[in-house]
């Protein structure tokens, strides 16, 4: 058993630490070592995304004024986790990043749905602090989202809602030994992040 404050590490995800100079990983909950190899590092992956963010997204639908926000941490799962597949960061590259996770996560939406939600939800937000002209979030439409073309109207609980489906896949995709493409892409973009 470790001590509780002997490990002097840092907080990786909301269960796991890491002392950066040993690169030893513990488990709180257990108060167990783990080995840092890819298994380790899914299980990393998979806790950080869901507890740091989409757990807080989930809590904030109770919130009406929330929605924004909301579909801030779901957009960002996008580029995110498409840099984990393709095995290389999305610099220069982000719009390509955003479209193939778009077209993975929503096979029908159309291209032209494609531009408006990358310029207008994704620019807009993390650019701008807001959406673009022409793009509005409604919670209680039925549709994850609707274009007429021009505009485009996204629910943000049901786009968050689709973006934890794709990780919930993408996480059985990385545990299965079989998939070796896509566990090795994953663990070349987890070592080249920075203090990691």
Do not use: C
């Not at 709180?28 to 840092?36: A, C, I």
């Not at 095995?87 to 996770?101: F, H, L, P, V």
């Amino acid at each position: 058993m470790i001590e509780p404050n002997s490990f002097g590490g840092f907080a990786i995800s909301k269960r796991y630490l890491i002392n950066l100079q040993t690169k030893e990983i513990i488990d709180k909950p257990n108060n167990t070592k783990l080995p840092y190899n890819l298994d380790t590092k899914v299980l990393i992956y998979e806790d950080r995304q869901k507890t740091w963010f989409f757990d807080i997204a989930d809590f904030l639908k109770i919130n009406n004024e929330a929605g924004f926000v909301i579909l801030m941490i779901a957009v960002s799962y996008l580029e995110s986790n498409q840099q984990y597949r393709n095995g290389q960061s999305s610099r220069n590259g982000s719009t390509d990043a955003i479209e193939q996770a778009l077209k993975r996560i929503f096979p029908s939406m159309t291209q032209s749905e494609i531009d408006i939600f990358i310029d207008g939800v994704r620019h807009g937000l993390f650019h701008d602090g807001i959406t673009k002209k022409g793009v509005f979030i409604d919670a209680s439409q039925t549709e994850i989202y609707k274009s007429d073309g021009q505009s485009l109207v996204v629910n943000p609980h049901k786009f968050l809602d689709e973006v934890k489906k794709d990780l919930d896949s993408y996480i059985l995709t990385l545990r299965d030994i079989h998939n070796s493409i896509e566990r090795s892409s994953f663990e070349i973009m987890w070592d080249t992040q920075k203090g990691i």
